[in-house]
């Protein structure tokens, strides 16, 4: 059984910084894409980043661009979010996403195409 779990989520001041963690089990994603969605309090879900693995190849989304980055670790098919500058706006829960296919970029920001996804973890960002 596939299981995501992701870590480091919490409260932070404005232009504070976090770092997310997604840990995935059960089998491995070496050859596919990993990413991260948010959802705030009454919104959609949204994308905000995804790697894909061959290649190293790293995608944003427009609200984030310049301030997150993702990382990972293929072998571990493990991958990161560091979280710089963060705003209010960035207030929502973060959901790790994976598939075993290396996803085509036009499809990245799409749910639908991410088969695997984390129970999420809440980032919050008050003073």
């Known amino acids: 059984q596939v299981h995501l779990v992701e870590s480091g989520g919490g409260l932070v001041q404005p232009g504070g910084s976090l770092r997310l963690s997604c840990e995935a089990s059960?089998?491995?994603?070496?050859?596919?894409?990993m990413g991260w969605f948010r959802q705030a309090p009454g919104k959609e879900r949204e994308f905000v980043s995804a790697?894909?693995?061959?290649?190293?190849?790293?995608y944003y989304g427009d609200s984030v661009k310049g301030r997150f980055t993702i990382s990972g670790d293929r072998a571990r098919s493990r991958v990161y979010l560091e979280m710089n500058r963060l705003q209010s706006e960035d207030t929502a829960i973060y959901y790790c996403?994976?598939?075993?296919?290396?996803?085509?970029?036009?499809?990245?920001?799409?749910?639908?195409?991410?088969?695997?996804w984390g129970p999420g973890t809440q980032v919050t960002v008050s003073s």
């Open positions: 996403a994976a598939d075993a296919s290396r996803i085509i970029v036009s499809a990245l920001w799409s749910e639908q195409s991410y088969d695997y």
């Open positions: 059960g089998r491995t994603f070496s050859g596919g894409t």
């Open positions: 790697i894909r693995f061959i290649g190293g190849h790293t």
